[in-house]
């Protein structure tokens, strides 16, 4: 049933689109055989100096020849770019479709000339040819630059609208990124072992200590619910705040808790979403740590492959079950993360989840590599203890 609607859709949509290109091509039609009949009504003779049929025959074998014309141009046009290292198979491609056009043109004109008798029985094909070099090659060369114009401009139109909404997409994604990310780390069993870690580090009369989990839990908050945060932060920020977060969890699972952040030189001011990693971070602590009374290790890494930044979270756990698929993973951190990946980046940002040949989990993530702008959001770099 799926596969026949989707080609009843197909069909109405290519229905449709050769309505369109038909009444499109139909208007020079009809503005040129007026143009002819106005010409011979204000013409001193007043007779006519070709027959209406020829009018007719003609100008729909020179313009319909444009209909299945141009979706090839449009094909070849996003095809092949003119500029960058495919201009000159642009190039090629477009002179090819532009002679292949006028030689139809010139069967199509002939073949009308030949069933109306205003075409002589011995002119040929090639005869005919020769003579709409002179009279039309440059013609059809403007229209046919027009109609790759026209493509530009839808193109960029649909850019320009898809970038507007994309946009939008954005804000609204980073906006219950904030909310959701809040309410994973808010849930009720974090901020209880939170609280009973300061409760537990004010009985050993260690209140500076206290007073940082305090301060690293209200850093936390802010940078959540700071209304200034931007969609894109340095990587820097990120690992700022995820060192921010595993101090407050250090203090609840203590040597349980291993992590290492490993960061190429110069990798630190690469551009990433807001709040990238931490959901990351999160879900190995989850699922590796915070279930093993011996805790375990989890390993941060960030490098750049050319184009291309790698951020990658490691852990050594029980490991992924075997029908694990990240696409139909539930949690809300994994699935902000993969709706806003996509939002950014499209096919280019991407997230996998898989079980590291060392053991444990391993969660890649790769997007575009690009430095950041100075940033408006910050957490303050507080010492703890």
């Given at each position: 049933m799926s596969d026949?609607?989707e080609?009843?859709?197909?069909?109405g949509r290519g229905?449709?689109y050769a309505?369109i290109?038909?009444a499109?091509?139909?208007?020079?039609?009809?503005?040129?055989?007026?143009g002819?009949?106005?010409?011979?009504?204000?013409?001193?003779?007043?007779?006519?100096?070709m027959?209406?049929?020829?009018?007719?025959?003609?100008?729909?074998?020179?313009?319909y020849?444009?209909?299945p014309?141009?979706?090839?141009?449009?094909?070849?046009y996003?095809?092949w770019?003119?500029?960058g290292?495919?201009w000159f198979?642009a190039a090629?491609?477009?002179?090819a479709?532009l002679?292949?056009l006028?030689?139809?043109?010139?069967?199509t004109?002939?073949?009308a000339?030949h069933?109306?008798?205003?075409?002589?029985?011995?002119?040929?094909?090639s005869?005919n040819?020769?003579q709409l070099?002179?009279?039309l090659?440059l013609y059809?060369l403007?229209i046919?630059?027009?109609?790759?114009?026209?493509?530009?401009?839808?193109d960029y139109?649909k850019r320009y609208?898809?970038r507007?909404?994309?946009?939008?997409q954005?804000e609204?994604?980073?906006?219950?990124s904030?909310?959701?990310t809040?309410?994973?780390?808010?849930?009720p069993?974090f901020?209880f072992?939170?609280?009973?870690?300061?409760?537990m580090?004010?009985?050993r009369?260690q209140?500076?200590?206290?007073?940082?989990?305090?301060?690293?839990f209200?850093?936390?908050?802010r940078?959540v619910?700071?209304e200034?945060g931007t969609?894109?932060?340095p990587?820097?920020?990120e690992?700022?705040?995820?060192?921010?977060y595993l101090?407050?969890?250090?203090v609840?699972?203590?040597?349980r808790l291993?992590?290492?952040?490993?960061?190429a030189p110069?990798v630190e001011?690469a551009?990433v979403?807001?709040?990238?990693?931490?959901?990351l971070?999160?879900?190995a602590?989850k699922?590796?740590i915070?279930?093993?009374p011996?805790?375990?290790?989890?390993?941060?890494?960030?490098?750049?492959r050319?184009?291309v930044?790698?951020?990658?979270?490691?852990d050594?756990g029980p490991?992924l079950?075997?029908?694990f698929?990240v696409?139909?993973a539930?949690?809300v951190?994994?699935r902000?993360?993969r709706?806003?990946l996509?939002?950014f980046f499209?096919a280019k940002?991407?997230?996998?989840?898989?079980n590291?040949?060392s053991?444990?989990?391993l969660?890649?993530?790769?997007?575009?590599?690009a430095?950041?702008?100075?940033?408006a959001?910050r957490v303050?770099?507080v010492?703890?203890g």
């Amino acid at each position: 049933m799926s596969d026949t609607i989707e080609i009843d859709r197909r069909l109405g949509r290519g229905v449709r689109y050769a309505a369109i290109l038909t009444a499109v091509w139909t208007i020079p039609v009809i503005l040129g055989t007026a143009g002819h009949f106005f010409g011979e009504m204000v013409s001193e003779s007043g007779r006519e100096s070709m027959p209406r049929e020829h009018i007719f025959a003609h100008s729909f074998a020179m313009w319909y020849v444009w209909i299945p014309a141009t979706p090839l141009i449009f094909a070849v046009y996003r095809r092949w770019s003119l500029r960058g290292p495919t201009w000159f198979k642009a190039a090629t491609a477009h002179v090819a479709t532009l002679a292949g056009l006028f030689l139809m043109q010139s069967f199509t004109t002939l073949v009308a000339g030949h069933a109306t008798g205003h075409i002589p029985p011995f002119v040929t094909w090639s005869m005919n040819m020769t003579q709409l070099v002179v009279n039309l090659l440059l013609y059809d060369l403007c229209i046919y630059v027009s109609v790759v114009a026209i493509a530009y401009g839808i193109d960029y139109a649909k850019r320009y609208r898809d970038r507007d909404l994309r946009a939008s997409q954005l804000e609204t994604l980073l906006e219950r990124s904030r909310v959701e990310t809040l309410q994973a780390q808010l849930q009720p069993h974090f901020l209880f072992n939170a609280l009973n870690a300061i409760a537990m580090l004010v009985r050993r009369d260690q209140k500076q200590e206290a007073v940082n989990v305090v301060v690293g839990f209200s850093e936390l908050l802010r940078y959540v619910l700071d209304e200034s945060g931007t969609m894109d932060v340095p990587l820097s920020e990120e690992l700022r705040f995820v060192r921010r977060y595993l101090d407050i969890e250090r203090v609840r699972l203590g040597d349980r808790l291993n992590v290492t952040i490993d960061v190429a030189p110069g990798v630190e001011q690469a551009q990433v979403p807001n709040l990238l990693l931490q959901p990351l971070v999160e879900n190995a602590l989850k699922h590796s740590i915070a279930v093993r009374p011996d805790g375990g290790r989890v390993q941060v890494r960030a490098e750049r492959r050319g184009d291309v930044l790698r951020v990658s979270v490691q852990d050594d756990g029980p490991g992924l079950p075997p029908d694990f698929v990240v696409g139909d993973a539930h949690g809300v951190g994994l699935r902000n993360l993969r709706d806003r990946l996509a939002a950014f980046f499209g096919a280019k940002g991407t997230l996998s989840i898989t079980n590291a040949a060392s053991g444990g989990v391993l969660a890649v993530v790769e997007i575009p590599y690009a430095v950041a702008a100075p940033s408006a959001t910050r957490v303050p770099a507080v010492k703890a203890g």
